[in-house]
């Protein structure tokens, strides 16, 4: 009679084959599940705005995909997608963005949506800015009163369109009363009104912005301020390791018209911050 200890031995080899072979697939699964992301490249607007807290729950409650969204300024962006370090680029510079896809680096544009950018400022309007007409005259008037104002300085969409704004008004900022934060447009904002000091923001930021004070909106409406927002996914010709196949499924999503309609349904305050665009591609 073989003993008890022996049989134990002779089927502790079958056994770790047994237990290898479930784990495998359980590991791979998991290895798998771990890949069902993608990195979206965005601007800070998108973010402090709380849309993406507002919408990608529901993306990801039907597709089973999460988006790890890095919210910087569009020209950080642009240079994390360009470096291929993410899937999809979802900013609002419209130059940029066409150039991102001409280079190689994107497979295609699409308009997603738009806002405006205002300007904002103490309630006592120091510059006078809110009795201008129109955002190239009340830039001019904060640069005649030399009246502090707070940019972002930070290559971002909004940065590039203030700094296109002063130029049409043939001004060039950048004496003492002009300051760079450097930093998003949540935290320029929280600058300005700490120095008293004139800003130009998105109006989602600013809608969504809860540190108001005395401040508010003294120049908007002009056609210049008109913000549209665009979506890419990266080419993963350029970069292999981009997952286009989940990047795909998110453009599709947010320019489908369940995206657009959520677009349209996000408020705050009872204001709709973004009004989507979504038309084809460019």
Same mark, same amino acid.
């Given at each position: 009679?073989?003993?008890?200890?022996?049989?134990?031995?002779?089927?502790?080899?079958?056994?770790?084959?047994?237990?290898?072979?479930?784990?495998?697939?359980?590991?791979?699964?998991?290895?798998?599940?771990?890949?069902?992301?993608?990195?979206?490249?965005?601007?800070?607007?998108?973010?402090?705005?709380?849309?993406?807290?507002?919408?990608?729950?529901?993306?990801? !409650?039907?597709?089973? %995909?999460?988006?790890?969204?890095?919210?910087?300024?569009?020209?950080?962006?642009?240079?994390?997608?360009?470096?291929?370090?993410? *899937?999809?680029?979802?900013?609002?510079?419209? @130059?940029?963005?066409?150039?991102?896809?001409? !280079?190689?680096?994107?497979?295609?544009?699409?308009?997603?949506?738009?806002?405006?950018?205002?300007?904002?400022? @103490?309630?006592?309007?120091?510059?006078?800015?809110?009795?201008?007409?129109?955002?190239?005259?009340?830039?001019?008037?904060?640069?005649?009163?030399?009246? @502090?104002?707070?940019?972002?300085?930070?290559?971002?969409?909004?940065?590039?369109?203030?700094?296109?704004?002063?130029?049409?008004?043939?001004?060039?900022?950048?004496?003492d009363w002009y300051r760079e934060t450097g930093s998003?447009?949540?935290?320029?904002?929280?600058?300005?009104?700490?120095?008293?000091?004139?800003?130009?923001?998105?109006?989602?930021?600013?809608?969504?912005?809860?540190?108001?004070?005395?401040?508010? %909106?003294?120049?908007?409406? *002009?056609?210049?301020?008109?913000?549209?927002?665009?979506?890419?996914?990266?080419?993963?010709?350029?970069?292999?390791?981009?997952?286009?196949?989940?990047?795909?499924?998110?453009?599709?999503?947010?320019?489908?018209?369940?995206?657009?309609?959520?677009?349209?349904?996000?408020?705050?305050?009872? !204001?709709?911050?973004?009004?989507?665009?979504?038309?084809?591609?460019?």
């Amino acid at each position: 009679m073989v003993s008890a200890t022996l049989l134990r031995l002779a089927r502790r080899p079958f056994l770790a084959l047994a237990a290898a072979a479930i784990a495998l697939p359980l590991a791979i699964g998991a290895a798998q599940a771990d890949e069902t992301f993608i990195t979206v490249a965005s601007t800070t607007s998108t973010a402090n705005s709380g849309l993406f807290e507002y919408m990608l729950p529901k993306f990801e !409650e039907q597709t089973g %995909i999460e988006v790890r969204v890095v919210a910087v300024g569009t020209g950080q962006a642009i240079r994390l997608a360009r470096n291929g370090d993410a *899937d999809v680029l979802f900013v609002h510079h419209k @130059p940029s963005e066409e150039k991102f896809v001409a !280079e190689g680096f994107g497979v295609r544009r699409f308009d997603v949506m738009y806002n405006d950018f205002v300007l904002v400022g @103490p309630t006592d309007d120091p510059a006078g800015v809110a009795g201008t007409d129109g955002v190239e005259a009340a830039l001019q008037a904060i640069a005649e009163a030399e009246a @502090p104002f707070a940019s972002r300085g930070d290559d971002s969409g909004t940065h590039k369109r203030e700094q296109s704004l002063w130029k049409a008004a043939g001004l060039e900022p950048g004496s003492d009363w002009y300051r760079e934060t450097g930093s998003g447009m949540g935290a320029t904002l929280n600058t300005a009104v700490g120095m008293g000091a004139y800003s130009m923001t998105d109006r989602g930021t600013w809608l969504a912005f809860e540190n108001k004070a005395d401040y508010r %909106i003294v120049s908007q409406g *002009d056609p210049q301020l008109f913000n549209q927002y665009g979506i890419i996914a990266v080419s993963k010709e350029k970069f292999p390791h981009v997952k286009l196949d989940l990047a795909q499924q998110f453009v599709d999503w947010v320019i489908s018209p369940e995206g657009q309609k959520l677009i349209a349904s996000y408020e705050r305050g009872g !204001e709709q911050l973004f009004f989507p665009n979504a038309g084809g591609a460019s």
